[in-house]
């Protein structure tokens, strides 16, 4: 049986690999579409957590999803970004594993 990668964990990969690859130079412009990307994953993955009643992943990406709010952007220096960015893409890469075996376990004990 095959089984296709869901939209928010494809979503997860290209935020985690946007994040990676925003310590590079880029202009300005980039960290803004940043800001868009990284927001609205977090926004859509944090109603996925809780609809999967996964409360503590939907305040991990609630979190997130302040944090690079680009309607009111909280303004740090770029060394700060780094460290946020290295972690928030390592955090949205371990969410596919943690959501994907909370999931396994709730279809196991469904009896299905």
Not at 27 to 45: D, K, M, N
Not at 67 to 82: C, E, G, K, M, Q
Request: glycine share 6%; net charge positive.
């Amino acid at each position: 049986m095959k089984q296709y990668l869901s939209f928010s964990v494809v979503s997860r990969i290209v935020a985690s690999a946007l994040l990676f690859w925003a310590l590079a130079q880029h202009q300005y412009g980039y960290f803004v579409l940043l800001r868009w990307i990284v927001c609205g994953v977090s926004i859509y993955c944090s109603y996925l957590s809780y609809s999967k009643n996964i409360i503590h992943w939907t305040w991990v990406f609630g979190f997130v999803a302040l944090l690079f709010n680009p309607l009111a952007p909280i303004r740090l220096d770029r060394n700060t970004w780094a460290y946020f960015d290295i972690a928030i893409g390592f955090l949205l890469l371990s969410s596919i594993i943690s959501i994907k075996e909370s999931n396994l376990k709730k279809d196991k004990s469904s009896g299905g």
